[in-house]
């Protein structure tokens, strides 16, 4: 069993960052593969990004590739999201999750947090 909180979120403009944290209970965070994703009002859950249980191997969407990055310590039970050049169009509540493999659709993880809002404004 993993409990996820997610923290760091808030209102930026445009062309700022952000860094969102995931902390997670339990002492076998670093078997599992950790992802992020996003949902705005209206809108599906989308995928942003992902990374593998030893932080080696990671996947991220097209539309924040190069402004985005995952990370994860595993000594401290946390993974990472670096956001740069935001845009309004990064506007939703994201969710870190946690599974067995990096996948970047969101069936797969089996565990999720709570959310945290992320409000770009232009």
């Known amino acids: 069993q993993v409990q996820l909180v997610e923290s760091g979120g808030g209102s930026v403009q445009a062309g700022g960052s952000l860094r969102l944290s995931c902390a997670a209970s339990?002492?076998?965070?670093?078997?599992?593969?950790m992802g992020w994703f996003r949902q705005a009002p209206g809108k599906e859950r989308e995928f942003v990004a992902a990374i593998s249980w030893g932080g080696t191997i990671s996947y991220y969407a097209d539309s924040v590739k190069g402004r985005f990055t995952i990370s994860r310590d595993n000594t401290k039970n946390t993974m990472y999201l670096q956001m740069s050049i935001l845009k309004p169009e990064d506007t939703a509540v994201y969710y870190c999750?946690?599974?067995?493999?990096?996948?970047?659709?969101?069936?797969?993880?089996?565990?999720w947090g709570q959310g945290t809002q992320v409000t770009v404004s232009s």
């Open positions: 339990g002492r076998t965070f670093n078997s599992y593969a």
């Open positions: 999750a946690a599974g067995t493999a990096p996948a970047t659709t969101w069936r797969p993880y089996n565990y």
